[in-house]
């Protein structure tokens, strides 16, 4: 009697692609030795070594489980339906199976990564952990570009990259993931088809994104370890409480005009980065790398030790940087290290730890407060075109500029008078009290500092911040005047 | 090569974290193309059953299997692999998850903790059955 078999999606590839077959059968066994007679691969898949039907392969007759009927002697009848369905095992693992459980190698990464596998610290096993570890990079800037391309060379099998700005001229002096041709491209963009290009048999997963409280937790739970390569203070702070509240190493790096940082902030096995500095610097104190600058190569040194430790994290190895702080001088070229320790009234490692989920790290450091002045202290200020308007329209202003000598020799305004903002005070009678001050600096952000420092000095006449620096003037004003 | 969004990857997650220590599981639907399968959502399987249901093993009977068959059907998709959380252990199938499984189907598995899932892989039956091989995740955002 013709019967007719549902054949599941996934064994369709052992019966011809075929998803219902008929066959001649008075039984449900005798149907399915009929099926299996004929597309002989898909035996196996049913039916154990002892030719019994295997514990997980379920068999319905009209919606029936033959078991609870006759089993394979169920009687079939003419038109009647059959369905193989599976049920779906789960179990833990035997701990011998997982070393067997890393992913393999294909001969062509073999070939690629045969200088790690001559090597018995890495080895066969060490490169299968490569491959299967998986690592998630804070930023794409300077630190990040080494970082990457070197992890992404040794075989790290998913790296995750988290940036959300676009790759700009005054970027590739440091930031070698990106090129020239990918100007205005957004960075992540850009550095996956660097990584790409440098080993395509790795995974890479981007996140455009600004790295906040809120997505923090859930990001870093993807990944295995978390390298910061972040310029700033508050999310500093997060990558670390972050990865102290999921448990993973922080590859910590910093770099600043000359002087570069590194270590690893594990709090499970040693110091995080509160041990070391439980308060941020007060906002300002410590210049930016667009401020103060950096020498371009820095990153780089700094970039490919954070690289070697996440590389030795994942092989296992035993003299990682836990504990240790190592400070590097560029310009005198010396490393110096220091012992860190833990401190056990750490506010989010320690043992009666207060921080238990993530802050504002803004507030925290102080930035908010910062970036919006008291109402009493209100600042003017005015836009680059509404500087160039008043300059045309001939109305009576001076305009001080409060950068350093040597960024006054890239560009400048016209008609400007420098005075550094650490001599604006000292040098306050210079600055006509009668005439209207529009003082400007390169963003905007030490000229809001000496305005304020000059009222706190006494200084009477009207001051005005100009929104943006000279780096708006040119934006907005005159393309001529260089942007750095 | 399974393709999945990151967001339906975060669901298996958040269901292995909540249903720790107990193993979570669940189907995932979508497509079979000439380039593996496209998952289009997931289909959590409820962990509501009997404390000796827990300890058989079998996390899908296929009762539910077919009532998520049918719910795929009516949105114009397939079963087209399975999830299911490994509470405190490697995110790698067992030789009992080996002996009950197909080809084809992708297989994934998270590891999981109290409080948060860690590593996460999708396997693929060796169509001789003889392993699994870890499977290619391809994340796409959504």
């Given at each position: 009697?013709?019967?007719?078999?549902?054949?599941?999606?996934?064994?369709?590839?052992f019966?011809?692609?075929?998803?219902?077959?008929?066959?001649?059968?008075?039984?449900?066994?005798?149907?399915?030795?009929?099926?299996?007679?004929?597309?002989?691969?898909?035996?196996?898949?049913?039916?154990?070594?002892?030719?019994?039907?295997?514990?997980?392969v379920?068999?319905?007759?009209?919606?029936?489980?033959?078991r609870?009927?006759?089993?394979?002697?169920?009687?079939?009848?003419?038109?009647?339906?059959?369905?193989?369905?599976?049920?779906?095992?789960?179990?833990a693992?035997?701990?011998?199976e997982?070393?067997?459980?890393?992913?393999?190698?294909?001969?062509?990464?073999i070939?690629?990564?045969?200088?790690?596998?001559?090597?018995?610290?890495?080895?066969?096993?060490?490169?299968?952990?490569?491959?299967?570890?998986?690592?998630?990079?804070i930023?794409?800037?300077?630190?990040?570009?080494?970082?990457?391309?070197?992890?992404?060379a040794?075989g790290v099998g998913?790296?995750?990259?988290v940036?959300?700005?676009?790759?700009?001229?005054s970027?590739?002096?440091?930031q070698i993931?990106?090129?020239t041709?990918?100007?205005?491209?957004?960075?992540?963009?850009?550095?996956?088809?660097?990584?790409?290009?440098?080993?395509?048999?790795?995974?890479?997963?981007?996140?455009?994104?600004?790295?906040?409280s809120?997505?923090?937790?859930?990001?870093?739970r993807?990944?295995?370890?978390?390298?910061?390569?972040?310029?700033?203070?508050?999310?500093?702070?997060?990558?670390?409480?972050?990865c102290v509240?999921t448990?993973?190493?922080?590859v910590y790096?910093?770099?600043?005009?000359?002087?570069?940082?590194a270590?690893?902030f594990?709090a499970?096995?040693?110091?995080?980065?509160?041990?070391?500095?439980?308060?941020p610097?007060?906002?300002?104190?410590?210049?930016?790398?667009?401020?103060?600058?950096?020498?371009?190569?820095?990153?780089?040194?700094?970039?490919?030790?954070?690289?070697?430790?996440?590389i030795?994290i994942?092989?296992?190895?035993?003299?990682?940087?836990i504990?240790?702080?190592?400070?590097?001088?560029?310009?005198?070229?010396?490393?110096?290290?220091?012992?860190?320790r833990?401190?056990p009234?750490?506010?989010?490692?320690?043992?009666?730890a207060?921080i238990?989920e993530?802050?504002?790290?803004?507030?925290?450091c102080g930035?908010?407060?910062h970036q919006?002045p008291?109402?009493?202290?209100?600042l003017?200020?005015?836009?680059?075109?509404?500087?160039?308007?008043?300059r045309?329209?001939?109305?009576?202003?001076q305009?001080?500029?409060?950068?350093?000598?040597?960024?006054?020799?890239?560009?400048r305004?016209?008609g400007?008078?420098?005075i550094?903002?650490?001599?604006?005070?000292?040098?306050?009678?210079?600055?006509?009290?009668?005439?209207?001050?529009?003082v400007?600096?390169?963003?905007?952000?030490?000229?809001?500092?000496?305005?304020?420092?000059?009222?706190?000095?006494?200084y009477?006449?009207?001051?005005?911040?100009?929104?943006?620096?000279?780096?708006?003037w040119?934006?907005?004003?005159?393309?001529?005047?260089a942007?750095y | 090569?399974?393709?999945i969004a990151?967001?339906?990857?975060n669901?298996?997650?958040?269901?292995?974290?909540?249903d720790?220590?107990?193993?979570?599981?669940?189907?995932?639907?979508?497509?079979?193309?000439?380039?593996?399968k496209?998952?289009?959502e997931?289909?959590?399987?409820?962990?509501a059953?009997?404390?000796?249901?827990?300890?058989?093993?079998?996390?899908?009977?296929?009762?539910e299997?077919?009532?998520?068959?049918?719910?795929?059907?009516?949105?114009?998709l397939?079963?087209?692999g399975?999830?299911?959380?490994h509470?405190?252990?490697?995110?790698?199938?067992s030789q009992y998850?080996?002996?009950?499984?197909?080809?084809?189907?992708?297989y994934?598995?998270?590891?999981?903790?109290?409080?948060?899932?860690?590593?996460?892989?999708?396997?693929?039956?060796?169509?001789?059955?003889?392993?699994?091989?870890?499977?290619?995740?391809r994340?796409?955002?959504?």
């Amino acid at each position: 009697m013709p019967v007719t078999i549902s054949i599941p999606a996934p064994l369709r590839q052992f019966a011809g692609g075929q998803s219902q077959i008929s066959v001649e059968a008075k039984t449900a066994g005798e149907a399915l030795d009929q099926l299996t007679s004929t597309h002989a691969a898909l035996r196996r898949h049913l039916f154990n070594d002892q030719n019994a039907l295997r514990n997980f392969v379920n068999v319905y007759l009209n919606d029936e489980d033959i078991r609870h009927a006759s089993g394979p002697d169920t009687p079939v009848k003419d038109g009647d339906t059959i369905m193989i369905v599976p049920s779906i095992a789960g179990g833990a693992v035997i701990e011998s199976e997982v070393a067997q459980s890393l992913p393999e190698l294909s001969n062509e990464e073999i070939l690629r990564y045969s200088r790690h596998l001559i090597m018995p610290e890495v080895g066969m096993q060490g490169q299968r952990k490569l491959k299967a570890a998986s690592v998630l990079m804070i930023g794409t800037g300077g630190l990040g570009a080494p970082v990457g391309m070197y992890l992404a060379a040794a075989g790290v099998g998913r790296i995750g990259i988290v940036d959300f700005d676009v790759v700009e001229e005054s970027n590739l002096q440091r930031q070698i993931i990106h090129g020239t041709k990918d100007l205005g491209r957004k960075k992540i963009e850009s550095a996956r088809d660097r990584l790409r290009d440098i080993n395509p048999h790795i995974e890479i997963e981007t996140h455009e994104a600004r790295l906040t409280s809120e997505n923090a937790l859930r990001l870093f739970r993807n990944y295995d370890i978390i390298v910061d390569g972040t310029d700033n203070f508050p999310t500093r702070y997060l990558v670390n409480d972050a990865c102290v509240l999921t448990g993973k190493p922080n590859v910590y790096g910093s770099i600043f005009r000359f002087e570069g940082q590194a270590s690893v902030f594990w709090a499970e096995k040693g110091a995080c980065y509160r041990c070391l500095y439980p308060e941020p610097p007060p906002p300002g104190l410590v210049p930016s790398c667009a401020e103060g600058g950096v020498l371009g190569v820095l990153p780089g040194i700094v970039g490919a030790i954070q690289a070697n430790e996440t590389i030795k994290i994942v092989l296992g190895a035993e003299d990682l940087m836990i504990n240790r702080l190592l400070l590097f001088d560029a310009w005198t070229m010396k490393f110096r290290e220091f012992k860190l320790r833990k401190d056990p009234k750490c506010p989010v490692c320690g043992e009666n730890a207060t921080i238990k989920e993530l802050i504002d790290y803004e507030e925290f450091c102080g930035v908010a407060a910062h970036q919006a002045p008291q109402p009493e202290t209100k600042l003017e200020e005015i836009s680059a075109t509404e500087l160039n308007a008043r300059r045309l329209r001939g109305d009576k202003i001076q305009i001080i500029d409060v950068r350093e000598p040597h960024e006054f020799e890239i560009a400048r305004i016209p008609g400007t008078k420098l005075i550094p903002l650490g001599h604006v005070v000292g040098r306050m009678n210079e600055i006509d009290p009668e005439v209207e001050t529009i003082v400007h600096c390169k963003g905007g952000v030490r000229s809001a500092k000496a305005i304020q420092a000059l009222k706190r000095a006494g200084y009477q006449g009207r001051l005005i911040n100009l929104k943006g620096g000279i780096a708006a003037w040119s934006d907005d004003v005159d393309p001529r005047v260089a942007k750095y | 090569m399974i393709t999945i969004a990151n967001e339906q990857l975060n669901e298996i997650r958040e269901h292995g974290v909540r249903d720790h220590p107990y193993e979570c599981c669940g189907l995932l639907l979508g497509r079979f193309s000439a380039e593996g399968k496209i998952v289009q959502e997931t289909y959590p399987i409820s962990n509501a059953r009997e404390e000796s249901a827990k300890r058989n093993r079998f996390l899908i009977t296929p009762e539910e299997l077919m009532r998520g068959e049918r719910y795929a059907r009516g949105r114009d998709l397939e079963v087209v692999g399975f999830y299911h959380s490994h509470p405190d252990c490697p995110a790698v199938p067992s030789q009992y998850d080996l002996e009950h499984a197909w080809p084809t189907y992708s297989y994934i598995i998270v590891s999981t903790t109290a409080d948060e899932a860690r590593d996460l892989f999708s396997w693929e039956q060796e169509p001789d059955r003889s392993k699994f091989n870890p499977e290619e995740i391809r994340v796409i955002r959504g």
